[in-house]
């Protein structure tokens, strides 16, 4: 699949081609990413950190269910991430 993931808050790519690139700095406040999907914006998701000095693990599962396509995060209570269809 054609996925890319851009870091809202700086506009860099940190996913494409299957690969994860740098980009996400070590900021509080809200971090927000774009999903684009087929060069077509699918998801925005994102969290607010109240610590610059932690870091977070990303993890995405993504998956085709009806011809749809469906993504959840992690099951990770910390990073509270927000997904929102677009």
């Known amino acids: 699949m054609d996925f890319k993931v851009v870091n809202q808050n700086n506009g ?3 996913f494409i081609g299957g690969k994860s690139q740098k980009g996400i700095k070590n900021e509080y406040g809200h971090c927000t ?3 684009f999907w087929k060069g077509k ?3 925005e998701f994102g ?3 109240k610590n610059n000095w932690s870091t977070n693990k990303y993890e995405l599962y993504i998956e085709m269910q009806n011809n749809e396509l469906k993504i959840y995060g992690s099951d990770n209570k910390k ?3 927000y997904f ?3």
């Open 12 to 14: 860099k790519t940190i």
């Open 33 to 35: 990413f774009e999903l």
């Open 41 to 43: 914006k699918v998801y």
């Open 47 to 49: 969290h607010f950190k």
């Open 79 to 81: 990073t509270n991430l």
């Open 84 to 86: 929102k269809r677009k």
